[in-house]
């Protein structure tokens, strides 16, 4: 089996990958393409992961395979066909578990002339794909599923990756965003259809550069319904924020306090839309 | 080949010469054996914060955080343990782990673990366990089995967890299980009282007592996840309470030979030095009195087992010597915990009956929640 091993550099963090699945190195060939590719041999590494088919008689039968970082391994095995969204998974897992340097928000975030809208939602209310969609806009792609507040410089800072795309959201990207590059369909997830979105080359370049909190938005999709911005209470706002984060309790007092600056510097609202173009205008109009 | 860690445990101040590399494997070392947190409260006691690169710091200050956390948690729990048995005018004991957060102990610091040890005397183990039972705590599912194995011939009686905070209790009556031959009388030891106003005032064991229970559980145990964890924290009460009292490794040694586990104390002494570099002041004299006189055969094998168990468990230091060590170690756990004419039958169920009847209960709960179909 042919094992290959890479480094990722991802805004504040560096992996390092090996995999001997030939769909992961062919997915992140294909995803990651406009990352730097400058040696980390020299550096600090933050996560050393892998995914691997294990060398058992699984490796013929029914391949599954385990992700690890370091050695542990906290998920149970997936299907060989989803090897590749485990990586991503795992990914994310790494970050929300051990960089409590930065709030962290499971919530899209997209900036724009130094703004950064942070848009933390459930999944399924058409977070990411309105994320997606805005990234092949006018805005600067931060992350679609992790927004970084730093707890020093109340910055938000970019966690720039492959988009995670569910269902129904991967045509419409696939319609949406021209010459648009997919990773391959892993089918029968436990979120149903995945695939990741190459993210647009202008965000990778300056996945390094942290920007300021504009607004706070809570996006739904709403079939046919005209796009409406709603304002929002700082409460409201702060309780979903409390349960749309991944480190709060670990932050403890910092993370109250952390939200607190977070709220004082931005205003937070609802959004329901169903078209890309209604939803760009609103949001432009909340951060300006 | 010299361990990052180890390197580092023994003296701290030997990071100045660190390559950014060398950063790395110590917090990739750090985190199999559980000690990014200690390693972020020594690098602060050292006065090394600021020479430590960002890129690792973040690392030990990210576990640091989570320790400080469950410090919070702890004297919480211990707060409302405290409740329960004032009601019922009834005494406890912390120990281990909660213990050096009541006591604030330099090894508690940036230290996680996952349950809350308290001793209680035999008779009012069931009126403490219906207290917890009654406010939020409930019993972890054990079959009939471990039940009696744990009710009738261990120290401690199976986990009670609660509810919603979902933290872990385990209730003890003595140290060791009364089936091990060295099991001491619970009744010798001597206790402290520590006032936290967060609390009130809370027993803890004495702290020569509160070593030698340290030293006795680590050294016989079967498993050894946490064992370097476990071995730094003796090393670092050692210095702490040598630092307050000079007599206090004398007392230790008078303390240990009164409670019948002299040779626990021993292996402790010889494994804090021989892998920490502990140099805990004890004369030779001392540890004559409490050398077990291991026959020069097994004391070789006990360093080949102890002396690779207590290396992180990681790619960058683990051989060949790590498993069969771990091998050897749990079936010397098991030997010292119950005499053979027990522990045969006890691993013959385990083996067969066990994994039949978990079987069987999995499968009638498969049936009980199968959806109903016309």
């Given at each position: 089996m042919a094992r290959n091993e890479f480094e990722l550099r991802v805004g504040p963090f560096s992996f390092f990958v090996d995999t001997n699945c030939q769909i992961v190195s062919d997915n992140v060939k294909a995803t990651y393409g406009d990352f730097e590719t400058t040696s980390l041999q020299?550096?600090?590494?933050?996560?050393?992961?892998?995914?691997?088919?294990?060398?058992?008689?699984?490796?013929?039968?029914?391949?599954?395979?385990?992700?690890?970082?370091?050695?542990?391994?906290?998920?149970k095995p997936l299907p060989e066909a989803q090897a590749y969204a485990m990586l991503e998974w795992g990914m994310n897992w790494c970050i929300a578990n051990h960089a409590h340097q930065f709030l962290i928000l499971h919530a899209a975030a997209i900036?724009?002339?130094?703004?950064?809208?942070?848009?933390?939602?459930?999944?399924?209310?058409?977070?990411?794909?309105?994320?997606?969609?805005?990234?092949?806009?006018?805005?600067?792609?931060?992350?679609?599923?992790?927004?970084?507040?730093?707890?020093?410089?109340?910055?938000?800072?970019?966690?720039?990756?492959?988009?995670?795309?569910?269902?129904?959201?991967?045509?419409?990207?696939?319609?949406?965003?021209?010459?648009?590059?997919?990773?391959?369909?892993a089918e029968d997830t436990q979120k149903g259809t995945v695939a990741l979105l190459k993210p647009p080359l202008a965000s990778v370049e300056t996945m390094h550069v942290p920007a300021h909190p504009g607004a706070i938005i809570f996006p739904q999709y709403k079939k046919g319904s005209p796009a409406e911005l709603i304002p929002m209470t700082?409460?409201?706002?702060?309780?979903?924020?409390?349960?749309?984060?991944?480190?709060?309790?670990?932050?403890?007092?910092?993370?109250?306090?952390?939200?607190?600056?977070?709220?004082?510097?931005?205003?937070?609202?609802?959004?329901?839309?169903?078209?890309?173009?209604?939803?760009?205008?609103?949001?432009?109009?909340?951060?300006s | 080949m010299d361990i990052t860690l180890l390197e580092f445990l023994r003296n701290p101040q030997s990071t100045s010469d660190f390559s950014i590399k060398d950063w790395e494997t110590l917090v990739r070392q750090g985190r199999a054996?559980?000690?990014?947190?200690?390693?972020?409260?020594?690098?602060?006691?050292?006065?090394?914060?600021?020479?430590?690169?960002?890129?690792?710091?973040?690392?030990?200050?990210?576990?640091?955080?989570?320790?400080?956390?469950?410090?919070?948690?702890?004297?919480?729990?211990?707060?409302?343990?405290?409740?329960?048995?004032?009601?019922?005018?009834?005494?406890?004991?912390?120990?281990?782990?909660?213990?050096?957060?009541?006591?604030?102990?330099?090894?508690?610091?940036?230290?996680?673990?996952?349950?809350?040890?308290?001793?209680?005397a035999r008779p009012d183990v069931s009126s403490i366990e219906f207290g917890l039972l009654i406010n939020g705590w409930t019993r972890v599912f054990v079959d009939d089995y471990d039940q009696r194995y744990y009710r009738e011939w261990m120290h401690e009686i199976p986990p009670l967890r609660h509810k919603d905070r979902q933290?872990?209790?385990?209730?003890?009556?003595?140290?060791?299980?009364?089936?091990?031959?060295?099991?001491?009388?619970?009744?010798?030891?001597?206790?402290?009282?520590?006032?936290?106003?967060?609390?009130?005032?809370?027993?803890?064991?004495?702290?020569?007592?509160?070593?030698?229970?340290?030293?006795?559980?680590?050294?016989?145990?079967?498993?050894?996840?946490?064992?370097?964890?476990?071995?730094?924290?003796?090393?670092?009460?050692?210095k702490h309470f040598s630092a307050q009292t000079p007599a206090f490794t004398s007392q230790l040694i008078t303390r240990a030979l009164t409670l019948g586990l002299a040779k626990y104390l021993y292996l402790a002494l010889r494994y804090t030095r021989l892998v920490l570099h502990n140099q805990s002041g004890i004369t030779s004299q001392q540890e004559h009195q409490i050398n077990p006189n291991f026959s020069p055969l097994y004391l070789k094998l006990l360093d080949f087992c102890f002396l690779n168990i207590f290396l992180p468990d990681h790619s960058t230091s683990r051989s060949w010597r790590l498993p069969l060590a771990k091998f050897i170690l749990h079936i010397r756990g098991h030997l010292i915990r119950m005499p053979l004419k027990m522990l045969i039958p006890h691993l013959l169920h385990k083996a067969f009956i066990t994994p039949f009847h978990e079987w069987k209960r999995q499968r009638q709960l498969a049936t009980e929640q199968k959806p109903i179909t016309r």
């Open positions: 020299e550096e600090f590494i933050d996560f050393y992961i892998s995914v691997n088919r294990p060398r058992t008689i699984r490796r013929w039968y029914k391949p599954k395979v385990n992700f690890y970082f370091d050695g542990f391994s906290p998920f900036e724009r002339k130094d703004k950064v809208i942070i848009m933390p939602a459930p999944p399924g209310s058409g977070k990411s794909t309105l994320c997606a969609a805005m990234a092949f806009t006018d805005w600067r792609l931060f992350s679609d599923e992790l927004a970084l507040f730093s707890i020093t410089d109340h910055q938000v800072y970019p966690c720039t990756r492959p988009i995670n795309l569910k269902n129904d959201s991967i045509n419409i990207l696939r319609d949406y965003v021209k010459d648009a590059v997919f990773s391959d369909t700082q409460l409201e706002a702060f309780s979903q924020i409390i349960e749309n984060c991944f480190n709060y309790h670990t932050l403890g007092l910092t993370g109250f306090r952390a939200i607190e600056a977070l709220l004082n510097k931005t205003s937070c609202y609802s959004l329901s839309y169903s078209q890309f173009e209604e939803a760009n205008e609103l949001l432009t109009k909340a951060v | 054996a559980n000690l990014l947190g200690r390693i972020n409260y020594l690098l602060d006691k050292e006065n090394l914060v600021q020479q430590t690169p960002q890129k690792a710091l973040r690392h030990f200050q990210a576990a640091a955080m989570s320790g400080a956390r469950q410090r919070e948690h702890t004297l919480r729990e211990v707060a409302e343990i405290y409740q329960i048995a004032a009601k019922k005018e009834l005494c406890f004991t912390v120990l281990k782990g909660a213990a050096y957060v009541i006591m604030d102990l330099s090894c508690s610091h940036g230290r996680t673990f996952s349950d809350i040890d308290i001793l209680v933290t872990v209790i385990d209730l003890h009556h003595n140290i060791l299980p009364p089936t091990n031959k060295d099991s001491p009388r619970p009744d010798k030891f001597c206790h402290q009282t520590v006032h936290r106003p967060e609390v009130g005032d809370i027993q803890v064991l004495a702290s020569e007592d509160a070593l030698i229970h340290s030293a006795t559980h680590l050294f016989s145990e079967s498993e050894y996840h946490n064992g370097l964890r476990d071995l730094s924290d003796i090393d670092l009460l050692l």
